[in-house]
């Protein structure tokens, strides 16, 4: 069943899991892996209830990250082609020739980035939700009157090679190599919960959700 749930993960298809698996077996299953141009299911967050709640489920190995209300944005790139999914996985490449653009400009072969996308106020603090997808309907694709805003927390794939195995701190390290630091999610390493009700109180203040605290293993 893991073999399973893992290749369906990165195939995105049934159909084509009980293929591989009912024609080659277990270990084709095992050798599925993330490729550009499939997207793949999001990591989903469960609430805490506080900053000693995350602290104490996480044993204290954290990093916390702000938690945009925006979309969900799942960047695929491979040469020069650049397609974005949302979160539920539906394609967003016609309506967000900025993040096309972002995605050409990086410094790789190929890549599969995980963030968020929202929109901006005149003075930089982010609209409401509802205004983000406004921004994101197709007539207005590339408006210049309401930028957005690109925050990337997660790097899945890199010039051919998955991540998704390894730990958390090594994939923002690679992420912090590729994406230029205006572009990356807020984060901090908390030394305490005090830090963690530190950095809740600066989204909130910045007008954003609050956080996301991440075990770094």
């Known amino acids: 069943p ?40 999001p990591m989903l967050a469960e609430p805490a209830e506080n900053a000693d709640d995350a602290w104490t489920r996480l044993e204290g190995s954290l990093a916390v990250e702000t938690k945009y209300d925006g979309v969900r944005l799942q960047l695929h790139k491979s040469g020069d082609a650049v397609r974005v ?28 980035l995980d963030g968020e996308v929202f929109a901006l106020r005149t003075d930089g603090r982010p609209l409401a939700f509802q205004e983000t997808m406004s921004r994101l309907s197709p007539d207005r694709a590339g408006e210049s009157e309401v930028a957005l805003a690109f925050r990337f927390f997660d790097l899945l794939f890199v010039d051919g090679r ?46 954003h959700e609050g956080l996301i605290a991440k075990s770094l293993a």
């Open 162 to 207: 998955a991540l998704v195995d390894e730990r958390y701190d090594a994939r923002r390290a690679a992420l912090e190599r590729l994406v230029p630091a205006s572009h990356l999610s807020a984060r901090q390493v908390p030394t305490s919960p005090a830090d963690v009700a530190a950095f809740f109180a600066y989204a909130i203040e910045a007008g």
């Open 2 to 41: 893991d073999a399973v749930r893992r290749a369906a993960l990165f195939l995105g298809d049934a159909a084509s899991v009980a293929h591989l698996a009912l024609t080659a077996g277990a270990p084709a299953l095992d050798g599925v892996t993330l490729e550009p141009f499939v997207p793949v299911a």
């Open 85 to 112: 999914w949302s979160r539920r996985l539906s394609e967003l490449t016609n309506v967000l020739p900025e993040a096309i653009a972002l995605g050409r400009a990086l410094p790789a072969r190929s890549a599969v």
